[in-house]
Structure formats: structure tokens, C-alpha cells
């Protein structure tokens, strides 16, 4: 099925690196694995190891950071992937999320395995994002926006419906699990480092991340994610190639809406609350901006996203009380950065840090055939 | 009965506010192909600047014209500062953008007037006129409301249909490369179409924030309610927006009364995703042709 797309994609590629790459580019290209899976199961290792040698290095409060940063970043994944790569927007995630949290916060009493409960978050958010991607199928644009505006704002109104069973106002206390014992016994013998809860679910969050961007990757070098592509890039000329317009979005924001699930059960064993509170549009809107500041579409920039979410709001906060504004002055500044990101990313650099950097790369490494004034000025 | 009769009054009155909010998505939508998702905000951010100017004079009048007048600047503002430099082919640059300027708005306003609750005063009485010991829920503030929605529509039905700058505003909206030939300027009757549409937004806020309580977010279902009407009349259509805004107020109303206040948000989905499941063109607006 993949036979037809395939060579040209190849055929590009070998054009382009035709056209005298430069020294680094074709040591890379040496050293790259010829498979899309090897070549995304080697930076899924190298990922892990970035990963434990920074979770070793740094304390406690760092740990829990970088455990928040965990479920933003695959929170943002799915995000990217659906708007990046299939063109639709959504502002129902920070509700799909509290979908995720609140499974965690039902499921985890009940003495139900982790791993298990972040699976079934995964799958029960998925379920609803099919009905809301069947409604949304149908939908472009702002209409899309809105509809799943509406959806972010009608979802917490349950929680305090159902106060009984989902704990109202106050939200559902979520049971941190306890690290095991052999989890203990890696680490101390690894790094010599007592674990600590936040460290725990802090390799917990970034081994789900991991397995999520590996299978995240896939889908998108894959026939699928072609189709997302091209049904993002014209419709109507997709639709005559015969792929099923509606099908491919209600899968798309399926998939979305898994990363969100799954994103929002690691968020309530590490915040050990779901509550309303915790999943407002703002939050929905804050994954938005993680998307557009990485660059639309790109994993790497999903990563560059989510670290902006954890580590700018404790420094815009400490600039705003340093410059004689109230705790709760200080503590909206983050939104106000997170709106003019927006702004300024979409007005200046549309493709996001990940796109514009690519983008400079391109425009340097294949050499302007037609441009002879820029190569001398270069050497 | 009588809890009927009140709880469809109390709707109506709601729903001025709604299709005032509508329209003023409609308009923009018209003009330029955005949902103006910061309309909230905006309205928000006007109103506190009309609670000041009440607190310190004391006369919800003059507040009202502060808010007309600083919607109408801020409306300017943002069209000529942000939205036109998005470009007329961006469809998710224009939603992201408007996204942007509501938090960035929301945040604002917290910022400089303060995350609490705030009592906004009212217009006039909030109690019901009663004849021979039965209260019906129709107050003078009510009145004062749907009254001003009206004169609203009516002005802006007057300015489009009676004045040239109406008819400029309305092919400029229709076909922009064409009304440039024809000599109008596109871009200024683009930016008067935003400033008109902001200041319908900040009656909006104002009105409903009468006689309740005002804190930064005290928008965000109002956008929710108000697209949803602009949606249910078409998004084309001023007329569909203001029975579609009656009609949300109606049903919200009759949930409240009914079921209960935290699933109105639900009741607007369910209303949303009907309307787009069965008649996405919305019920006013007329079907056109797929464009390639």
C-alpha cells in the first residue's frame, strides 16, 4: 500500500542530498539507520539516556518539574500531531485530560497496577474523543474551535454534577503509587541516589512519553500519516484520491485524544488531585501554545513546548513579584506570556523554533545553485 | 405555570444579551472570515474599565458610554495591530491569534483590576413588577436591557441598509478585490467593521454584567452561549443571530429552571452539536455552493 508514495519521498530525499551536502550532513547520513522504526527506536534510547542521566543529576524539586514537563509533553504530542499534521484545532484537550485524570483518580483505589490504569485512561479518553471527533469531523476551522471550546467549558460541570462519585468542587484525591522495590535497587545502584517519590513518577512520566513519541513518530512516517497530510494540505484533491475525509479526522483526533488521556493520568498521580479547577480553557489554550512555539507538527518541538509550560511560569512569577506586583498579579503574567507567544509566533514565525531553525538549515545546507554572490561571501 | 412564564421571561432577557454577543461574532465573521474567539475578553476587559468610571461617578450611564467608546478603540486597535497582519488565507493563524489575545486579555485585566469578584451595579430596580400579590420575573433592569439590544440592531440595521459607509461596509464584506476597484477603502471600512462589532460586544458585557458579579473570566460561557447562537442562526446571518441568541436563552433558561445550573454548558454542547449535525449552514443562513 505505502509501494506508491514511497519513491518519490526517496527520490526527493537523494535529490537533495545530490546537491553537495555539507560535512556534517553526510557524516549523519553515514551513521543514520537506513529503517524509519531503527532510526526512531535508537533516538527513543538516546532519549532515555538523556533522560536518566538528567533525572540523576538534578534534586527533588527538578525531578518534579521535569515529571510535570513529562505529561505536558505528551499532552502537546497528540496536540501537534493533530493540528500539525491533520490541520484540525482543539481546545477540548485540557478537558480530554481531566477525562485521563479523573479515570486515574477512579481506577488507582481500586489497587489496579499503574501501567494498567494509565492504559485504560488512555483508552476511555479515546472513546471520547471519537465522539467528539465524529461531531467534529464535519467541522473546520474556527467552527471546530468553538465547537471544542464548547466542550472545554461543558466538561467540568460534570464533575460538580456528580459531585458524589467525582468529588465536586474539590475534586478527587488521586493515590500516588509507591515506588517498588526494584525500582529503588536500580537507581541506588545506577547513581548511589535514595529515590524519592517525585523521582519516581518522574521516570514513570518520561518512559510513557518516550513509548508515546516512539509510537507517535511511526504514525506519522506511515502511510496514515501521509493521509493526514495530504488531507490537511488540500481536502478536496484527498478526497478524490479516494481517502475518506471523515474517517481519517475522527482517527487523527482518536489518537489525539489518547496522548491526552494518557497525559492526564500521569498529571493526577503527580498532582495526586483531579479537580475542576486544574482543567480550565486556559490550560487547553497553554497546550495550544506549546504546539505553535515548537512548530506545528514537530515532536521535537512538542518537547521545546511543554519545557516552556513548566520552566517560564516560576520565572516570569519571580520577575513580576521582584517588580512589586501581588503573588496573584505575578501569578497571571504567565498567561499573559503564554497570549502574546501566540501573537508573536503566529506574526513573525509561523513555523514555530523547530520549523524556522529547519527552515534556516535547509536554505543553508542545499546550496543555492543560483546564487553565486552568497557562496563567495560565505567562504 | 407562573414558574413558566418566569423562567421564559428570565430567558428572553438572558437571550438579548446572547444574540447582542452573537451579532457582534456575526459581524466580524462577515467582514473578515474570523470567529472573534477574544470577543469576551475584549467585552470583559471594557466593562471593568465602565465599573471604574461607575465607582467614581456613581452613574451606570456614563459607565455604559465608557465601555461603547473604549470597545470601539480597543476594536480598531486590535484589527488594524494584530488581526490584519495574519493574512486573509490563514484560517489557523486568525483562530490561534484571537485565542491569543483572549488569554492575553484575560490576563491583563486580572492583572491591572484584580482576580476577585466584583458587584457590577445595575441599570435600574432588579425587582419584578407585581400586580394583585403574583410577581412576574420582568424587571425595570431587563427592560433597560433587551430596550438597549434593540436600539443597538435597529442603529446597526439603519447604518447598513440607509448610509453609504453601510453599503461601502457591505461590499467591502461581500468582495474586497472589487469593492477596491471600486474605489472603497477596504481596510478602513474592515477595521470600522471590527470597532462596530467590539463595541456590540461590550453592550454585551456590560449588560450582563448588571446587577451581578464581574471577575475576569465572567465571559468565557457568554463566548460559549454566543457562538453557539451565532452558530444556531448561521454564523452569515445578523437576523439568525439574534433569534439564535433568543432561542439560547430560552433553552438555558428552562435547563436552569429545570435540571440544573451546572449542565447549562453541557445544554449549550448538546445544542451545538445538534445544530451542526443536522443543519450546519445554521437555520437562517442560505446554503452556497462548495468553492474548490
Redesign the interface.
Known amino acids: 500500500m505505502a509501494a506508491p508514495v514511497r519513491p518519490t519521498e526517496q527520490a526527493g530525499t537523494a535529490s537533495r542530498s545530490g546537491r553537495e551536502p555539507g560535512r556534517w550532513a553526510g557524516l549523519a547520513a553515514r551513521f543514520r539507520p537506513k529503517a524509519t522504526f531503527a532510526r526512531h527506536a535508537a533516538l527513543a534510547l538516546l532519549a532515555l539516556v538523556v533522560v536518566v542521566l538528567v533525572l540523576e543529576l538534578t534534586g527533588p524539586f527538578r525531578n518534579s518539574q521535569f515529571a510535570t514537563m513529562s505529561y505536558y509533553a505528551i499532552a502537546v504530542a497528540g496536540l501537534t500531531v493533530l493540528?500539525g499534521l491533520n490541520?484540525q484545532?482543539s481546545?477540548g484537550h485540557g478537558a480530554l485530560m481531566a477525562v485521563g485524570a479523573y479515570t486515574a483518580g477512579l481506577l488507582l483505589p481500586a489497587d489496579i497496577p499503574l501501567l494498567v490504569v494509565l492504559v485504560i485512561a488512555a483508552g476511555i479518553t479515546a472513546l471520547v474523543g471519537v465522539l467528539v471527533g465524529a461531531?467534529a469531523a464535519?467541522?473546520?476551522?474556527?467552527?471546530l474551535?468553538?465547537?471544542t471550546?464548547?466542550?472545554a467549558?461543558?466538561?467540568p460541570?460534570?464533575a460538580?454534577?456528580f459531585d458524589e462519585a467525582l468529588g465536586g468542587e474539590q475534586g478527587l484525591p488521586v493515590p500516588s503509587p509507591r515506588a517498588p522495590d526494584w525500582f529503588a535497587d536500580a537507581v541506588y545502584f545506577l547513581s548511589a541516589n535514595e529515590t524519592s517519590s517525585a523521582k519516581y513518577l518522574a521516570y514513570v512520566g518520561w518512559v510513557v512519553a518516550i513509548v508515546a513519541f516512539l509510537l507517535l513518530a511511526n504514525l506519522t512516517a506511515s502511510r496514515i500519516g501521509r493521509i493526514w497530510k495530504a488531507v490537511r494540505d488540500d481536502e478536496?484533491a484527498a478526497e478524490l484520491a479516494g481517502v475518506r475525509l471523515s474517517r481519517v479526522r475522527v482517527l487523527a483526533f482518536t489518537v489525539s485524544a489518547a496522548c491526552a488521556g494518557l497525559a492526564g493520568g500521569v498529571l493526577g498521580v503527580v498532582v495526586r488531585l483531579a479537580a475542576p479547577t486544574g482543567f480550565?480553557?486556559?490550560l487547553s489554550?497553554?497546550l495550544?501554545?506549546a504546539v505553535?512555539l515548537g512548530g506545528l507538527g514537530s515532536l521535537l518541538g512538542a518537547v521545546l513546548g511543554s519545557a516552556l509550560l513548566v520552566f517560564l511560569p516560576p520565572a516570569v512569577t519571580n520577575l513580576g513579584t521582584s517588580a512589586g506586583?501581588t503573588d496573584?498579579?505575578a501569578a497571571?503574567?504567565?498567561?499573559?506570556v503564554?497570549?502574546?507567544?501566540?501573537?508573536l509566533v503566529?506574526?513573525l514565525a509561523?513555523g514555530g523554533v523547530v520549523g524556522t531553525v529547519r527552515a534556516r538549515w535547509r536554505a543553508r545546507t542545499t546550496a543555492p545553485a543560483g546564487a553565486p554572490e552568497e557562496r563567495t561571501g560565505r567562504s | 405555570m407562573l414558574q413558566f412564564v418566569n423562567t421564559l421571561l428570565t430567558g428572553l432577557g438572558q437571550g438579548a444579551v446572547y444574540a447582542a454577543f452573537a451579532l457582534a461574532l456575526v459581524l466580524i465573521w462577515r467582514s473578515t472570515r474570523v470567529v472573534n474567539f477574544a470577543q469576551g475578553a475584549m467585552a470583559a476587559f471594557t466593562t471593568y474599565l465602565a465599573l471604574l468610571v461607575v465607582e467614581s461617578t456613581g452613574s451606570w450611564w456614563v459607565g455604559l458610554l465608557v465601555a461603547l467608546a473604549s470597545g470601539l478603540v480597543l476594536g480598531a486597535g486590535v484589527e488594524r495591530v494584530v488581526v490584519r497582519r495574519v493574512g486573509p488565507h490563514n484560517e489557523l493563524g486568525a483562530v490561534i491569534v484571537t485565542l491569543g489575545l483572549f488569554v492575553a486579555l484575560q490576563a491583563l485585566a486580572s492583572i491591572l483590576f484584580g482576580a476577585q469578584f466584583r458587584s457590577f451595579p445595575a441599570p435600574a430596580g432588579l425587582e419584578g413588577f407585581s400586580r394583585g400579590g403574583v410577581t412576574i420575573a420582568l424587571t425595570p433592569s431587563m427592560l433597560i436591557t433587551v430596550g438597549a439590544v434593540a436600539v443597538v440592531l435597529l442603529g446597526l440595521v439603519a447604518l447598513f441598509r440607509f448610509t453609504d459607509v453601510g453599503l461601502r461596509m457591505r461590499a467591502s464584506a461581500f468582495d474586497g478585490e472589487v469593492a477596491r476597484l471600486l474605489g472603497v477603502p477596504v481596510g478602513r471600512m474592515l477595521t470600522l467593521g471590527w470597532a462596530l462589532a467590539a463595541l456590540v460586544g461590550s453592550l454585551a458585557g456590560v449588560l450582563i454584567a448588571g446587577g451581578s458579579l464581574v471577575w475576569p473570566a465572567y465571559m468565557d460561557t457568554v463566548i460559549v452561549n454566543g457562538f453557539v447562537a451565532a452558530v444556531l442562526g448561521g454564523l452569515d446571518s445578523p437576523g439568525g443571530a439574534v433569534v439564535g441568541g433568543l432561542a439560547m436563552g430560552v433553552i438555558l433558561a428552562l435547563v436552569t429552571g429545570y435540571v440544573g445550573s451546572d449542565l447549562v454548558p453541557l445544554a449549550a454542547l448538546a445544542v451545538l452539536v445538534a445544530v451542526l449535525l443536522v443543519r450546519p449552514q445554521g437555520l437562517f443562513a442560505r446554503t452556497a455552493a462548495r468553492r474548490v
Not at chain 1, 332 to 336: E, M, N, R, S, V
Open positions: 493540528t490541520g484545532i481546545l461531531a464535519r467541522l473546520k476551522g474556527p467552527y474551535a468553538g465547537a471550546l464548547a466542550f467549558v461543558a466538561l460541570g460534570l460538580i454534577h478536496v480550565t480553557i486556559v489554550i497553554s495550544l501554545t505553535v506586583l496573584v498579579q497571571q503574567l504567565a498567561p499573559f503564554y497570549g502574546a507567544v501566540l501573537i503566529i506574526l509561523p
